[in-house]
């Protein structure tokens, strides 16, 4: 790809931006050489204002995500791009979110822009277990695990019955849940049609991937093999 395009399409600048930074010398191999926009170089050998470049495409990251932000790039509040270098809302192809965390859900949320992985890991037969930690408003009354576990429990407004999910006790008013799929507000409705009502909600694990001590707030690029733990279970 044509070192301008490249630069832009990382979300670093637009075109007309990234020539200029090419009359000023700003594009250079690691040696210090200066690139014109007609040298081809390696994208790992390419450095900007001295800096390897961000990944190309086919990143993948996973970000802890705080309360009060939003899975989107243009919403009124504060959105997940915030945490992220301002340059990868401009990328392309678009980095997006790997399904959904509610603005008041906290935890792991992956991001890409492998069009391919984010389907295989969201699409419903995938069924790619999600772990959340939940307390709730009221104590467990001891019947949810069997009613998650059943396979019959149908959320309200919908017709399909849920696939069985796990639950762990964890105290009087806090559960571990592992689900396979990814319907809308579906731990809240869960809990909600066991006569409960969802007060935090944090994704600990997707597959056997964990946050593994990230902080909140933080993000961090996935390694092959942590990707590969999305997929495990
Ligand atoms: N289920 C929910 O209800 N909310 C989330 O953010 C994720 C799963």
């Keep these: 790809m044509r070192l301008v395009k490249l630069i832009a399409n990382l979300g670093y600048a637009s075109q007309k931006e990234v020539r200029r930074m090419i009359r000023d010398g700003r594009l250079t191999l690691a040696d210090g050489t200066v ?7 390696a994208h790992q050998d390419i450095r900007l204002d001295g800096e390897p470049l961000d990944p190309p495409a086919g990143l993948v990251l996973m970000l802890n995500k705080p309360v009060g932000y939003t899975c989107s790039t ?5 959105i997940v791009y915030e945490l992220l270098p301002e340059r990868f809302l401009q990328r392309s192809p678009v980095v997006a979110p790997v399904g959904r965390l509610d603005r008041d859900s906290t935890g792991l949320l992956l991001l890409t822009d492998d069009g391919k992985l ?5 699409a419903p037969r995938s069924h790619v277990p999600k772990t959340y930690d939940v307390t709730l ?6 019947g ?3 009613l998650f576990a059943s396979g019959t429990l149908i959320l309200r407004s919908e017709t399909t019955p849920l696939a069985p999910a796990r639950m762990e006790v964890l105290g009087p008013n806090s559960a571990r849940i592992t689900i396979v799929e990814g319907r809308y507000h579906q731990v809240k409705r869960m809990f909600a049609a066991a006569g409960n009502h ?4 944090h994704r600990s694990a997707v597959g056997t991937l964990g946050l593994g001590g990230l902080d909140s707030g933080k993000w961090r690029f996935l390694s092959d093999a942590e990707i590969k733990d999305i997929f495990a279970s």
């Excluded at 243009?74 to 504060?78: E, T």
């Excluded at 408003?137 to 001891?142: E, F, M, Y």
């Design 198 to 201: 969802v007060e935090s909600l």
């Design 118 to 122: 984010l389907h295989r890991i969201t």
């Design 74 to 78: 243009s919403d009124p509040g504060r």
């Design 35 to 41: 690139l014109t926009q007609e040298t081809s170089a």
């Design 144 to 146: 949810e695990a069997a």
């Design 137 to 142: 408003a009221r104590p467990l009354d001891g």
